[in-house]
């Protein structure tokens, strides 16, 4: 009891690993900022655990419907635009609805880094509660699956509905890059090649 004073003293080594660790953990996670592909083929590798884990336990469907409502909601952030234009009125900054309107790149509610970082979060936290047995609420899932169907077709019907009136496509091919204009008698130099 030597060590321990009242006044939290005993905590200091314990905020110390705490911010160690914080530090340590900030640093993966910025390094791993430019690997996409790699970044999401883990969460789908963590998904998998997870689905495993349901299908062999045949439980833990309130916590997979929970998370299906979860990554819904993170989806549709995901396919919004930042500033809304139903909304947020059109004063203000809003999306380009005709050709001679100035391009303005589309900017996601929820950025990919975050959408990425919740679901995996989202996956880790549902496959910890499957140890949990107070989790376990025993239901008929196939009614909780068809109602989250109905529920996505809707939402997902409404946010592309969303998109066909206000224009703008959530999805970007790769950068756009500027060519320049070629001359006229370029063309043949470049059959040659």
């Given at each position: 009891?030597?060590?321990?004073?009242?006044?939290?003293?005993?905590?200091?080594?314990?905020?110390?690993?705490?911010?160690?660790?914080?530090?340590?953990?900030?640093?993966y996670?910025?390094?791993?900022t430019?690997?996409?592909?790699?970044?999401?083929?883990?969460?789908?590798?963590?998904?998998?655990?997870?689905i495993?884990?349901?299908?062999?336990?045949?439980?833990?469907?309130?916590?997979?419907?929970?998370?299906?409502?979860?990554v819904?909601?993170?989806l549709?952030?995901f396919?919004?635009?930042?500033?809304?234009?139903?909304?947020?009125?059109?004063?203000?900054?809003?999306?380009?609805?005709?050709?001679?309107?100035?391009?303005?790149?589309?900017?996601?509610?929820?950025?990919?880094?975050?959408?990425?970082?919740?679901?995996?979060?989202?996956?880790?936290?549902a496959?910890?509660?499957?140890?949990?047995?107070?989790?376990?609420?025993?239901?008929?899932?196939?009614?909780l699956?068809?109602?989250?169907?109905?529920?996505?077709?809707?939402?997902?019907?409404?946010?592309?509905?969303?998109?066909?009136?206000?224009?703008y496509?959530?999805?970007?091919l790769?950068?756009?890059?500027?060519?320049?204009?070629?001359?006229?008698?370029?063309?043949?130099?470049?059959?040659?090649?």
């Amino acid at each position: 009891m030597e060590g321990f004073t009242g006044d939290g003293g005993q905590s200091v080594p314990l905020a110390r690993w705490r911010s160690n660790f914080s530090r340590r953990f900030q640093y993966y996670l910025d390094k791993s900022t430019p690997h996409p592909l790699r970044r999401w083929l883990g969460t789908s590798v963590a998904a998998i655990i997870y689905i495993l884990r349901v299908y062999y336990v045949q439980g833990f469907y309130i916590v997979s419907y929970g998370l299906g409502i979860y990554v819904l909601n993170l989806l549709i952030g995901f396919l919004s635009p930042q500033v809304d234009p139903e909304i947020e009125g059109m004063d203000g900054v809003s999306l380009p609805t005709k050709g001679s309107d100035e391009f303005r790149p589309f900017v996601r509610r929820l950025p990919e880094f975050k959408f990425w970082y919740s679901i995996t979060k989202a996956f880790c936290i549902a496959f910890l509660m499957t140890f949990f047995s107070v989790f376990d609420v025993p239901v008929f899932w196939p009614i909780l699956l068809c109602y989250w169907v109905v529920l996505f077709v809707l939402t997902m019907k409404r946010q592309i509905m969303h998109m066909i009136k206000y224009k703008y496509v959530p999805f970007s091919l790769g950068k756009r890059r500027y060519s320049g204009k070629k001359p006229a008698g370029d063309k043949a130099s470049t059959s040659r090649e």
